[in-house]
């Protein structure tokens, strides 16, 4: 694993899938010359994310974009089958982007991950909350236990952009 990734850093450039594993897309060019909020969780339909964290993106979407964010991106280290059912389920329409991490690059990538073996499988992605301007990552939020729901919520980040 890398070290952990800081305010500053370009954001790693790796491939993440949306949908199905047949369409690949590239953080580098989804996140080129915009201001995107990206989080991150530690699995699709697990309660905190699905209850809490998800929900309140979708709640905040209009307080975001009356800031300038551009898109948010969800993503977590499940299949894009998977990441696609959870977006439908909750109607999140076209205000987030539901990417996986499928094979885990990104969470490897950017320093997060979280040893869920014995509870979910895997190894998952730390719960987390970044902005990232043109690609350099200007805010990030991790949760200090992984699993936590506190800084990387939408009402927290609001306050940061
Ligand atoms: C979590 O959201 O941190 C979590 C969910 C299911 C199992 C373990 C952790």
């Known amino acids: 694993?890398?070290?952990?990734?800081?305010?500053?850093?370009?954001?790693?450039?790796?491939?993440?899938?949306?949908?199905?594993?047949?369409?690949?897309?590239?953080?580098?060019?989804?996140?080129?010359?915009?201001?995107?909020?990206?989080?991150?969780?530690?699995?699709?339909?697990?309660p905190g994310c699905s209850k809490t964290h998800l929900p309140g993106y979708i709640a905040d979407y209009q307080k975001f974009k009356s800031k300038g964010v551009d898109s948010i991106i969800c993503v977590s280290v499940n299949d894009p089958f998977v990441m696609?059912?959870?977006g439908k389920v909750n109607n999140v329409g076209d205000k987030i982007?539901?990417?996986a991490d499928t094979n885990g690059e990104l969470t490897r990538e950017l320093g997060v991950e979280y040893d869920l073996s014995e509870k979910l499988g895997n190894k998952r992605m730390k719960r987390f909350s970044m902005v990232c301007e043109d690609g350099t990552v200007k805010v990030f939020n991790l949760e200090p236990e992984g699993g936590g729901l506190t800084c990387s919520l939408s009402n927290n980040l609001l306050i940061f952009i």
Do not use: Y
């Open 97 to 99: 982007k539901m990417l």
């Open 84 to 86: 696609e059912a959870w």
């Open 1 to 46: 694993m890398k070290s952990l990734i800081k305010v500053g850093n370009k954001f790693p450039k790796v491939k993440l899938f949306e949908n199905n594993p047949g369409n690949a897309v590239d953080t580098e060019s989804l996140l080129k010359g915009k201001k995107v909020i990206v989080f991150g969780v530690p699995g699709a339909f697990t």
